[in-house]
């Protein structure tokens, strides 16, 4: 059961451009929205997160807009640079058994081109 | 405090080995949790501690899989009688959570397990 849905699988952007990732959700428990950047060979890093509270947040190049009423978020990469380039995680937590449960995405694979 | 370290990085085994991974998590953290991740996947949750006590087993955690995290310090993953699906990366993450608010995980680099 895919409780977070993630698209696209993989993505091009030129340099300067702007990477748009997308993910929807079913479980109105969530309560913390996570963006995870993920290199070859390295562990997942948090990269930014958002709360169900607030519609967007920015934080450098990178901003999470979040719709709660169409259980949607995404992640936009402004100015995207090669160094960007990465698979990037959405996921999502709840309250579950007294700790917070993850459920992540399938992942985007993001390649920012010269 | 360097962040989550994990070893060995890279595992090759034979089918019906038995293999054990180590984790330190971040001192100041309460939580730790295992992950697999296979090529193409994002991770999936195998197990959780607070302090020393396993309180989650994920069904993908079969008999043949044991963790333990004595003193609520480090924490070890056994896999016994290896089977060539177990060959996947497998991360550990620990966590700051104060009362039911939780935060971001910190990952480990992960040990990549290859099963022959």
């Known amino acids: 059961q895919q409780q977070v849905k993630q698209s696209p699988q993989s993505l091009i952007v030129q340099k300067g451009g702007i990477s748009i990732i997308n993910c929807a959700y079913e479980?109105?428990?969530?309560?913390?929205f996570p963006w995870y950047q993920q290199f070859p060979g390295k562990g997942p890093a948090l990269l930014i997160a958002?709360?169900?509270?607030?519609s967007e947040k920015k934080e450098g190049r990178f901003t999470i807009s979040f719709n709660k009423s169409a259980k949607q978020f995404s992640l936009h990469i402004m100015d995207s640079q090669p160094g960007d380039s990465a698979t990037y995680f959405c996921?999502?937590?709840?309250?579950?058994?007294?700790?917070?449960?993850?459920?992540f995405g399938i992942g985007t694979k993001l390649q920012v081109i010269p | 405090d360097t962040g989550v370290s994990q070893n060995p990085r890279h595992k090759i085994t034979k089918r019906g080995q038995n293999v054990t991974f180590r984790c330190d998590p971040i001192?100041?953290?309460?939580?730790l949790y295992w992950y697999r991740q296979t090529l193409g996947q994002g991770p999936e949750f195998l197990t959780y501690?607070?302090?020393?006590?396993?309180?989650?087993k994920s069904r993908l955690l079969s008999d043949r899989f044991s963790a333990e995290r004595p003193k609520g310090s480090f924490s070890t993953l056994e896999i016994q009688r290896t089977e060539q699906g177990d060959s996947a990366m497998y991360l550990c993450?620990?966590?700051?959570?104060?009362?039911?608010?939780?935060?971001?995980?910190?990952f480990g680099s992960g040990t990549r397990l290859t099963v022959v």
């Open positions: 479980n109105t428990a969530f309560d913390y």
């Open positions: 501690f607070q302090n020393e006590a396993q309180l989650e």
């Open positions: 993450a620990s966590s700051l959570e104060i009362g039911r608010v939780g935060y971001g995980y910190t």
């Open positions: 996921a999502a937590q709840s309250p579950s058994g007294g700790y917070q449960k993850v459920t």
């Open positions: 001192s100041e953290h309460n939580r």
């Open positions: 958002i709360r169900p509270d607030v």
